[in-house]
Nanobody
């Protein structure tokens, strides 16, 4: 059981950058045992997977953000970050982080999640 809190969202212009953070807390957990995934939900659209880092440290990115977003994990701070560069209006939405503890080491993102944050809003507009 993890508690997840997203932060770092805001209003930026196209081409600018934001860094989102997902802070995990709980008792007796090790962040590296979890797969952490960033999702976003654009206005009027369904939630989509953006990027994840797995329990073996593999990173994955959805095609629309490849080359622009970077996911990273700071185990000492129990935090997963999403560095978002060259932001586009299409990146606008509420960004959520989610965590799942896989049974086995895996390189792909989990299919289901037990732990979710409340989201942080990102607006990219001129």
């Amino acid at each position: 059981q993890l508690q997840l809190v997203e932060s770092g969202g805001g209003l930026v212009q196209p081409g600018e950058s934001l860094r989102l953070s997902c802070a995990a807390s709980g008792y007796g957990f090790t962040l590296d045992d979890y797969a952490i995934t960033w999702f976003r939900q654009a206005p009027g659209k369904e939630r989509k997977e953006i990027s994840c880092i797995t329990n073996v440290g593999s990173t994955n990115y959805a095609d629309p953000v490849k080359g622009r977003f970077t996911i990273s994990r700071d185990s000492a701070k129990n935090t997963v970050s999403l560095q978002m560069d060259l932001l586009k209006p299409e990146d606008t939405g509420v960004y959520y982080c989610a965590a799942e503890k896989p049974t086995w080491p895996r390189r792909s993102c989990p299919l289901e999640y037990d732990n979710w944050g409340q989201g942080t809003k990102v607006t990219v507009s001129s």
